[in-house]
């Protein structure tokens, strides 16, 4: 896994967290920018920087905790009807990985 290639970079991420308040058990709404995170030097693929990202949250919240992340579908950019049963979202890179 990519977090032992960057240690340091993950245990600021993980100490803001904490800094902000998160702990063991909470349930947070997660709306992650890779830009805002600065640019990662040791140059893992998207998916190990996603899949090091969830596990710093995890990590934060705990196995306890529940995690809740933005779903799009882009219907109403297609001009199609939006059902919340049947349209589904769109899984870009957290989709896939989370």
Same mark, same amino acid.
């Given at each position: 896994?990519?977090?032992?290639?960057?240690?340091?970079?993950?245990?600021?991420?993980?100490?803001?967290?904490?800094?902000? #308040?998160?702990?063991?058990?909470?349930?947070?709404?997660?709306?992650?920018?890779?830009?805002?995170? #600065?640019?990662?030097?040791? #140059?893992?693929?998207?998916?190990?920087?996603?899949?090091?990202?969830?596990?710093?949250?995890?990590?934060?919240?705990?196995?306890? #905790?529940?995690?809740?992340?933005?779903?799009?579908?882009?219907?109403?950019?297609?001009?199609?009807?939006?059902?919340?049963?049947?349209?589904?979202?769109?899984?870009?890179?957290?989709?896939?990985?989370?």
């Amino acid at each position: 896994m990519s977090l032992n290639k960057a240690p340091q970079l993950w245990a600021a991420l993980l100490n803001g967290l904490r800094l902000v #308040g998160l702990d063991k058990g909470d349930v947070v709404f997660f709306q992650v920018s890779h830009k805002a995170l #600065g640019p990662v030097d040791y #140059g893992p693929s998207r998916l190990e920087e996603c899949e090091s990202i969830y596990l710093t949250l995890r990590e934060v919240i705990g196995a306890e #905790g529940t995690m809740l992340f933005p779903a799009f579908s882009f219907s109403f950019s297609r001009n199609e009807d939006f059902s919340a049963q049947t349209t589904p979202s769109l899984p870009g890179e957290w989709g896939t990985s989370a």
